[in-house]
Structures are given as structure tokens and as C-alpha cells.
């Protein structure tokens, strides 16, 4: 590396929700969809999530959001193999895996409300519903099934996970 040069840091999850929470006209949506893209992207085994892929808009009405989803694909399929280069960390830089303990963990740094926590867990114990019919729509919207078949242990995962949360 030239001595003009710097590290860009790559952030982690938690940084990049505290930063969108901070510019959202809702930051409570925008969690919520913060998050289920996340989970989608996991479910779906899409490691290509880094910070460039996730992006806020502000609309004509000022209404700061995300904007729609894009970039999204099943990258484990990928001879490259791109790697998974954000992630949900504790304070100490552990990398967290189960949404139990990243919502624990963002209440606990103050990112949300124990209020926005409960009801941040409620609504995704409800998307787990969505989540476990993931393979009915990916076979609706044309999804290969041996592409299918090698994301239903991560979609499982993702379901228990987010069933199961308090």
C-alpha cells in the first residue's frame, strides 16, 4: 500500500444500521427491512452483502429509505467464491450469527429501544413465515431447483432462528 493511501474500513452490520437509522424518515421500517434483507441474504446464501450493495435513497417527497433491493443473487454459486464481508459484530469484534443475539446486542449498544427490540422481534417472528416459504416462491419465480436444494438447510436455519426469537 502507497503511504497516501488508506484502508477504507469495511464496517459491520451493526455501523451500517446505526448510520441508515440515522438519516431514515422511519428508522424503525428501515430496520425491519435492514434486517429481513439480511436474513433473506443468508437464507439465500448470497455472500455478496457488502455496504456497496445496500443503499438509502431520499425520494422527491424528502422520505429518506432504502431503496429497492439489488444485487441480489445466490453468489455461493460463484467459481469465485465471493466472500461474506459484513457482518453483525459484538463490541469486541466477534463475529455474532443468530439474530437472538444481534438484537440483543443493538439494544444493548443503544441502537434500538428495548420497545424497538420487542417489537423489532415480533415482526421478525412473523417474517419466519415468509422465510419458510421461500422455496415455494423461488420454484414460483423460476429458481433452479438444484440451486434451491443447496439454500433449503440455510432457509431452515434462518426459519428456527427467527420462529424462535424473544
Do not use: K, Y
Amino acid at each position: 500500500m502507497l503511504a497516501t493511501e488508506q484502508r477504507i474500513p469495511r464496517g459491520n452490520q451493526n455501523e451500517l444500521l446505526a448510520a441508515l437509522r440515522r438519516r431514515a424518515t422511519d428508522p424503525a421500517t428501515e430496520t425491519l427491512e435492514f434486517i429481513q434483507r439480511d436474513v433473506l441474504n443468508l437464507a439465500m446464501r448470497n455472500t455478496d452483502n457488502h455496504a456497496r450493495n445496500t443503499a438509502a435513497q431520499r425520494t422527491p417527497d424528502g422520505v429518506v429509505r432504502l431503496t429497492p433491493v439489488f444485487d441480489f443473487a445466490p453468489m455461493f454459486l460463484d467459481s469465485g467464491l465471493v466472500p461474506r464481508s459484513v457482518h453483525w459484530r459484538t463490541p469486541n469484534g466477534d463475529r455474532m450469527t443468530n439474530w437472538q443475539g444481534v438484537l440483543d446486542e443493538l439494544a444493548n449498544s443503544c441502537i434500538l429501544s428495548p420497545t424497538e427490540r420487542e417489537v423489532l422481534a415480533q415482526d421478525l417472528r412473523g417474517f419466519s413465515a415468509t422465510v419458510a416459504r421461500l422455496p415455494e416462491l423461488a420454484i414460483e419465480c423460476g429458481v433452479e431447483m438444484r440451486v434451491l436444494q443447496q439454500c433449503l438447510a440455510a432457509i431452515d436455519a434462518q426459519v428456527r432462528q427467527l420462529a424462535t426469537l424473544r
